[in-house]
Each structure stands twice: as structure tokens, then as C-alpha cells.
């Protein structure tokens, strides 16, 4: 079922979501398939769980190509429940990013350029993937929501933050 996201302001974005404790259950299943199907249909790069109102430890992301984000390279689709993020080290690096929770907004946000996560797919199997550049952005933000963290609250630079529209003039018939 394609759900509608929850937008910023929206309190149940703010809190701490927890650990599934069995991802063969009926609920997990489910919610599963409906972050898929949701994330697809608003062409997002990534959707967490909290963002559909679920205050469970999953996310969903990856894309072969992504209209929200034309330059980007690929990351495969993945559903990384309960996830472990390890940064590699201490370097950062700015990037553009946009959230299905704050529709037609983009903000340059600081991230770990290369991390370790773990956790386990929908399969009870697991996952154990070093990564850098835009994937390890995308896991850093999606993971984010399951501590309820929005990008903005990562920003440093507010000047840096606005509508995709202004930002992007030559992009503005991009599907938000
Ligand atoms: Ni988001």
C-alpha cells in the first residue's frame, strides 16, 4: 500500500524508533512491502519506516537511476533492518540532500565520506557493506530518521538550505 509521508513538523518523525525483533512477522512483512512500494512511487532514493509512521528500525533505499537525483551513481536496492553504522573515519564531506519529508527543499548537509553498516534484509540474512560517497550519504540520512534526525537538523550552513526550485532553476521540472 502506498502510504502518504509524514512531513516535518510531524511529531511521530521525532522519536526513536525500535529494533524489529522478527522480520518474518505479518507487521514487518508488510511494512516492508509498503515502504517498497511507497519510496517507488514518490521516486525517492530512500524511505525509513518513522516516515509512514512506523517507529520501526527499517529502511529501504537504492536506485539504478534516480529523477530526484540525476547525477547520482547507482546503489542497489537494499532493506537494511536494525541497522550498525561505523564510520571509517573522522572525514566529511558536503552534499546536496532532499527528504520525501520535506517536499520541494534541498540542504547541503555534512556526512561520513566512508562508513561500515550492518544489519540484516528482509531474508533474516545479513549485511555487512563498506561503502562511500552518495551510498554511505544515503544510509547516514535514512538512518537518521530511526533516531528522529531530519537533515535540517545537520545543516550547518542555513544559507545553504532552500527550495529546490530557486537552488536548481535548469532542474525545475524535476519530480519532487
Ligand atoms: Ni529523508
Redesign the pocket.
Known amino acids: 500500500m502506498i502510504h502518504q509521508v509524514l512531513r516535518m513538523g510531524d511529531e511521530r518523525l521525532l522519536r526513536t524508533a525500535v529494533a524489529v525483533e522478527d522480520v518474518h512477522s505479518a507487521e514487518t512483512v508488510e511494512l516492508i512491502a509498503d515502504l517498497k512500494e511507497t519510496m517507488h512511487a514518490y521516486k ?1 532514493a ?3 519506516a518513522p ?1 509512514i509512521g512506523m517507529g520501526l528500525r527499517v529502511v529501504v533505499f537504492g536506485f539504478s537511476r534516480n529523477s530526484r537525483y540525476p547525477e547520482a551513481p547507482s546503489i542497489p536496492e537494499t532493506v537494511l533492518i536494525n541497522p550498525v553504522l561505523m564510520p571509517l573515519d573522522e572525514e566529511m564531506e558536503d552534499g546536496w ?6 517536499p520541494g527543499m534541498r540542504g547541503i548537509v555534512p556526512r561520513y565520506t566512508k562508513l561500515r553498516y550492518t544489519g540484516i534484509d528482509e531474508n533474516g540474512t545479513g549485511i555487512d557493506r563498506v561503502v562511500s560517497g552518495f551510498h554511505a550519504r544515503v544510509v547516514q ?2 538512518c ?2 530511526l533516531d528522529g534526525l ?2 535540517p537538523m545537520r545543516i550547518r550552513d542555513m544559507r545553504r538550505f532552500g527550495f529546490h526550485d530557486v537552488l536548481f532553476p535548469s532542474q525545475a521540472d524535476i519530480d519532487e
Open positions: 525517492g530512500g524511505l525509513a516516515q540532500e532532499g527528504c520525501l519529508s520535506l540520512h535514512e537518521d530518521h531530519l537533515y
